[in-house]
């Protein structure tokens, strides 16, 4: 949401670095999106780093190793991640298709809803701010050309919680 001077003009921020814009905004987004899932009947204790996992678990699932691998955090954070979220009921664990003693890890029909709650969340969240105080297409466009820039033309690394 834009600040405004008592003109009306839009005030700028040019004393704040970049990242710390970025970050912020990141974060604003977020709560504003965990408040409103919470509000939609969601007030579970389901954070981003939830639904980060279920989305690299997606529909075929994975091993908690891979998992790890997928978030950037170690075998133990992802094994903790696992069994809280198996006991809470929005992932469990099945045999391998390749056999021996590997697990794999899917989603729930709980995580599936949840994750579909989120994404209308998160698009009516998304459509209010382009419409009232933000330029989405443009906002979307530049930090489309920084990720690249800063990326190269590589595959686009995974965004991981390291925050």
């Not at 899917?106 to 459509?127: C, F, N, Q, S």
């Amino acid at each position: 949401m834009t600040d405004h001077d008592t003109s009306g003009q839009d005030t700028a921020e040019p004393d704040i670095e970049l990242a710390f814009l970025l970050g912020l905004g990141f974060q604003l987004l977020l709560g504003e999106f965990t408040r409103r899932l919470d509000e939609a009947g969601y007030a579970d204790g389901l954070r981003p780093l939830h639904g980060m996992a279920f989305q690299a678990l997606g529909a075929s699932g994975a091993t908690a190793t891979e998992l790890a691998e997928r978030l950037g955090v170690t075998k133990q954070a992802a094994g903790q991640l696992v069994d809280d979220l198996e006991r809470r009921g929005y992932l469990r664990r099945t045999p391998h298709p390749e056999g021996g003693r590997k697990k794999l890890v899917v989603l729930t029909e709980a995580a599936t809803a949840h994750l579909g709650a989120a994404g209308r969340v998160l698009h009516e969240l998304e459509a209010e701010l382009g419409r009232d105080s933000v330029d989405l297409a443009a906002l979307r466009t530049e930090l489309g050309r920084l990720v690249r820039t800063l990326n190269g033309d590589g595959p686009l690394p995974a965004l991981r919680p390291s925050w």
